[in-house]
């Protein structure tokens, strides 16, 4: 329904997928593969960790800020929300 | 009060700072100033969009998103909050 | 012929262009268009001068540090390159 | 001496330290911890994956570009760079 909803069953299995991939870049540096390569590895582990990221956000706006908000008492979620989210795009 | 909160002026204020840094860039390439030093100028123009994005966020999260949810009708905004995140990170 | 090497010229035009794009943030502003609209613009942006940065590494690496490690006095060279990548990818 | 390089050992205490820090966040997850402390913890993995991409940047400019270099045939050593510094500064 919503592109950005995971549920906790979601998150668990690309946070597994992720560690799978770490494991992998691991093993890349291990037996010397070719930098560039690792580094096209690594920028797809950022990448899943993002959308991770997103994820959680959805859930966190879906759920904490909402709730706060539809009882007219969001201001610090609110400035929560936009603090982590300033942190999250640097 | 709010780290994040930046009224219409403060936004112009900066927007038209951005400008000028931009038409620097301009003056600094022209002059076939050392590329590490304009990459490093870019880079604090990039820097400065951001908070400008962010400001753009926290306005938008403290009015458009706020109203629809007090009024419980805030699927829409929140997706579409999620998304504007989303594409703000990559 | 290589794709992110731009010539003198063509930094100049994209600036420009990229000059151009942040009055238009300030027109959007102006007008009070919806911020998630300006957010949008606000992205597009910074994905051009991402570009640019990309094509001044592209020039510095294939000049400045090219003819350094030709004459094997590349370490400071290398270091400094690394450094800005660093900042860049922040 | 140079604040960039990591030797393989480094890289790989690294990136053991990251699927250590991935499996933190499968625990924050299961554990329902707050979504904002899950996203900073999350924020700090994917900086330290950037670390990494950029000590493996380092290593590579350092030995493949500059042996490439010195023997006058760096171009498509080149052109792969600059391929690689553009997909992880996205």
Same mark, same amino acid.
């Given at each position: 329904?919503?592109?950005?909803?995971?549920?906790?069953?979601?998150?668990?299995?690309?946070? =597994?997928?992720?560690? #799978?991939?770490?494991?992998?870049?691991? =093993?890349?540096?291990?037996?010397?593969?070719?930098?560039?390569?690792?580094?096209?590895?690594?920028?797809?582990?950022? *990448?899943?960790?993002? *959308?991770? #990221?997103?994820?959680?956000?959805?859930?966190?706006?879906?759920?904490?800020?909402?709730?706060?908000?539809?009882?007219h008492? #969001?201001?610090?979620?609110?400035?929560?929300?936009?603090?982590?989210? *300033?942190?999250?795009?640097?």
């Amino acid at each position: 329904m919503y592109g950005y909803t995971m549920k906790k069953s979601e998150l668990q299995t690309r946070l =597994r997928k992720i560690e #799978g991939q770490v494991r992998g870049l691991q =093993r890349m540096v291990d037996e010397d593969q070719y930098c560039i390569d690792i580094l096209t590895q690594l920028n797809s582990v950022t *990448a899943a960790l993002k *959308a991770v #990221g997103v994820g959680l956000l959805d859930d966190h706006v879906r759920h904490c800020v909402r709730e706060s908000l539809e009882q007219h008492q #969001g201001d610090e979620k609110i400035e929560e929300l936009v603090s982590a989210v *300033a942190r999250f795009v640097k």
